[in-house]
């Protein structure tokens, strides 16, 4: 069972369609472009409440769970000129909304003794671009969040690692301008996901998918 968190646009929208094509039980959210159906999810990530309530009416009734989160925002600016409010609305987003979420389905997988999670990072964390200070904190503060809580839930069968990602022809990488933007692709995600699902000694690290960039 696949649960994609951010399943509306960008990554997210392109896995979600890949695993139901698939005909995987996949299930997806969405918070402000998107409409409810049957696998199909209104959650606000920043809210507890909203996150444990999908977790809690959704059919989990297979103990093999893969939970990938794309639910993501982002704001430009340079620090001196930044606005507080839109600056930590990143990080509530991208990182607390990211541990919001798996912090709902980790007892479920603690009980089945199995879980794989996948959270999306990024080349800018790594490399250090203006502008992206936001940014690149909330992806950086994924990377100690997954060592720790790998470490917590290593003797689970419950994996979790972060993919750095670099500038791909979907989601916001398709924002740059085309004589800047690389040619990655969603199927090497999908690639590296594949990898760390079939693979129960990968955990607490980063993978980076950038195409040499870094």
């Known amino acids: ?3 994609i968190i951010g399943a509306s646009g960008g ?3 392109k896995l979600y369609d890949h695993y139901w094509d698939k005909q995987e039980v996949v299930y997806g959210t969405f918070l402000d472009n998107g409409e409810e159906e049957e696998f199909m999810w209104r959650v606000d990530v920043t809210h507890p409440q909203s996150v444990n309530g999908f977790a809690e009416e959704i059919d ?3 103990g093999r769970i893969t939970l990938i989160n794309c639910a993501g925002v982002n704001y430009d600016s340079m620090a001196h000129l930044a606005d ?3 600056w930590a609305q990143v ?3 991208n990182l607390v909304g990211t541990f919001n979420v798996i912090r709902a389905f980790l007892p479920f997988m603690r009980k089945h003794n199995y879980g794989r999670i996948i959270n999306m990072g990024s080349v800018v964390a790594q490399k250090g671009i203006a502008g992206t200070s936001a940014y690149a904190a909330s992806k950086a503060g994924l990377w100690g969040m997954s060592k720790a809580i790998a470490d917590e839930n290593r003797d689970k069968n419950i994996t979790i690692n972060t993919l750095n990602l670099g500038y791909m022809d979907v989601g916001m990488g398709v924002k740059l301008e085309p004589e800047i933007r690389p040619r990655g692709d969603i199927q090497n995600i999908i690639n590296a996901i594949d990898f760390l699902v079939g693979s129960e000694f990968v955990t607490g690290t980063s993978i980076d998918i950038n ?3 870094i």
Request: charged letters at 30%; hydrophobic letters at 45%.
């Open 91 to 93: 990080i509530d987003v």
């Open 84 to 86: 507080v409010y839109e």
């Open 1 to 3: 069972m696949k649960i």
């Open 60 to 62: 989990l009734y297979d």
């Open 11 to 13: 990554i997210g929208k």
């Open 211 to 213: 195409g040499g960039l």
